[in-house]
């Protein structure tokens, strides 16, 4: 939930410049830093170095589809809490399953409206920002560092499309970047990306007290197929907890 009096920062990204110029105008008379991007490169670094508190955005972008993106945004570590809402054609059906998939927040019909635009920014940025969704998994992970000749596994105990958090009495200091393999339980397919490092669960004086030693992993270069497989199994856990 926003600070009181705090401005909002709202990313407006489509693939024409026409659409944009109509989405900005419609917060011309209120209280907000409107950021503009019109390929998938520019939204990305925008969000990256803006942090929005909304991103609007149009499934036709140059250099990447929007749901595409919108994918990338939801397994990111610092962004996956940003409310993303696409921008679709109306009665295209195959559109609205790429956009659930992507694991957009809300989904908007073109040609846009105002009131729509300013009823997505009431609604999302009244609830409470979460973060990715993490659900427990038990799973043999096989990690080394890029330089290692040496492979380690150990069981990992939870997962979420922005990282994963591995059992471990020997944890690698933060900011270590690995090479990562594992397969979904469930699955066959195995998952290869690479990670870093991001917190250690201490033995002694854990920061958190219901996990066993070991680390906090982020993911960093997951594929689109990976992240939309680890995504689907995060959704799945969350309504069949016993997948």
């Known amino acids: 939930m926003l600070p009181q009096n705090a401005k909002t920062t709202i990313l407006l990204a489509d693939g024409a410049s026409t659409i944009l110029e109509v989405e900005k105008s419609f917060f011309r008379r209120e209280h907000y830093d409107i950021l503009l991007a019109s390929s998938?490169?520019?939204?990305?670094?925008?969000?990256?170095?803006?942090?929005?508190?909304?991103i609007f955005m149009g499934l036709q972008l140059r250099e990447m589809c929007g749901d595409e993106l919108c994918l990338r945004f939801k397994a990111h570590a610092e962004l996956c809490h940003v409310p993303v809402v696409l921008v679709v054609q109306p009665n295209r059906a195959d559109d609205f399953l790429r956009c659930q998939r992507a694991g957009c927040d809300d989904i908007l019909l073109k040609p846009?409206?105002?009131?729509?635009?300013?009823?997505?920014?009431?609604?999302?940025?009244?609830?409470?920002?979460?973060?990715?969704?993490?659900?427990?998994?038990?799973?043999?992970?096989?990690?080394?560092?890029?330089?290692?000749?040496?492979?380690?596994?150990?069981?990992?105990?939870?997962?979420?499309?922005?990282?994963?958090?591995?059992?471990t009495e020997e944890p690698l200091s933060v900011g270590t970047q690995l090479q990562l393999d594992f397969t979904l339980?469930?699955?066959?397919?195995?998952?290869r990306c690479k990670a870093r490092v991001a917190w250690i669960n201490q033995a002694d004086g854990p920061s958190h007290s219901r996990l066993p030693p070991g680390m906090g992993l982020q993911f960093f270069d997951l594929t689109l197929e990976d992240m939309a497989l680890v995504r689907s199994f995060v959704m799945r856990s969350l309504v069949v907890p016993d997948w």
Do not use: C, W
């Open 40 to 54: 998938a490169q520019e939204v990305y670094e925008t969000a990256i170095t803006h942090h929005p508190d909304i």
């Open 112 to 167: 846009p409206r105002r009131h729509q635009f300013l009823s997505a920014v009431e609604k999302h940025l009244k609830l409470p920002r979460r973060a990715a969704p993490r659900v427990e998994a038990k799973m043999h992970v096989t990690y080394r560092e890029p330089s290692g000749e040496h492979a380690l596994t150990h069981f990992s105990i939870n997962i979420s499309t922005g990282g994963i958090f591995i059992e």
């Open 185 to 191: 339980p469930g699955h066959h397919d195995v998952v």
